[in-house]
């Protein structure tokens, strides 16, 4: 490919959404991350913001970026091709954002992550506030986990127990924030992705609720033990229920998402997952 100085800098829109979406392709294919930023929804979602910047080299889009200044702090998620990395255009992208971002603040988010761009960051004063690992489990495979004593496993009702046993499972985390019922299982309930049928709910010998498990197409999306069932099987029991049902089902892979902190990471990798890349969010003040 040919030098920065015959770059074509300018706005993006809709009628760019394959170019963009080539673009999101070609980093994930290197970097790996977040596979439905391969998508067009999420492209548009991330990128067309309320302002946009671009670089072309002939019809190819090379980088772009996009930052919603609409909020506080503003937003951004910016890419730059494989090929062309290393001749300071991620400089630019990021010199550009924080131009239009306003006084309140960038954010930025990136659902392909690369070593690159974090020094970048750091660079520039950048702290990153989240960082999460995309796992894939190809379903030719499957765990064996069997049964914990006494623990029996149904399809879980959208009701109150079941988030009941979210708010259980998660209110000891770190930043945990409580969502209200009606809107954490109308989330789900909404979801034209989402899967009764393997979303499952997890019951001690006494009938009470130890654990939960919520999946979306062929995601895991969130995975749960109440504290005093937590080390006795539960989690690693309901998703190799999962992975058996998608498999039954036809699909070839399963994904989840885990931060980077924590420790159930460890589990999903005993039972099969493997790394497909991170997704990272940096905060400047």
């Known amino acids: ?52 910047h671009g670089a072309w080299s002939g019809g190819d889009l090379v980088a772009a970026v996009g930052v919603g200044a609409g909020r506080t702090p503003a937003t951004a998620t910016g ?17 550009w954002a924080e131009k239009h971002a306003g006084a309140g ?4 988010t990136t659902e392909t992550w690369n070593a690159g761009a974090e020094e970048l960051f750091a660079q520039r004063g950048y ?15 499957l765990p064996e986990v069997a049964a914990p ?16 046993t979210y708010r259980a499972s998660f209110a000891d985390r770190p930043g945990f924030v409580e969502p209200e ?11 034209e992705d989402f ?13 009470e609720a130890t654990g939960f498990v919520t999946v979306l197409d062929n995601w895991i999306d969130q995975v749960g033990v109440v504290p005093g069932w937590r080390g006795r099987r539960v989690g690693a029991y309901l998703v190799a229920r999962v992975l058996r ?14 931060n980077d902190d924590n420790p159930a990471a460890g589990l999903y990798r005993r039972l099969g997952f493997r790394d497909f890349g991170r997704r990272a969010r940096y905060l400047h003040d």
């Not at 899967?195 to 709910?201: A, D, F, Q």
């Not at 049902?245 to 885990?258: F, M, Q, S, Y």
């Open 149 to 164: 004593d006494g623990v029996t496993v149904e399809p879980a009702a959208l009701g109150p127990e079941l988030f009941a």
């Open 195 to 207: 899967r009764p049928e393997l979303t499952l709910l997890a019951r001690g010998p006494e009938g």
């Open 245 to 258: 049902g998608l498999a039954d089902a036809g699909a070839d892979a399963a994904w989840l998402c885990v």
């Open 105 to 108: 603040g960038l954010l930025v």
């Open 1 to 52: 490919m040919g030098g920065t100085d015959a770059l074509v800098w300018r706005e993006f829109g809709e009628d760019d959404l394959a170019a963009l979406t080539g673009l999101a392709q070609a980093c994930l294919a290197t970097d790996g991350g977040l596979p439905l930023f391969g998508r067009t929804p999420l492209v548009r979602a991330r990128l067309l913001q309320t302002r946009t």
């Open 127 to 141: 702290t990153r506030t989240f960082l999460e690992w995309v796992l894939r489990h190809d379903l030719d495979a």
């Open 79 to 95: 890419l730059v091709h494989p090929a062309w990395r290393g001749r300071g255009l991620g400089g630019a992208l990021l010199d």
């Open 181 to 191: 019922a009606d809107e954490w299982l109308g989330d789900l309930r909404d979801d």
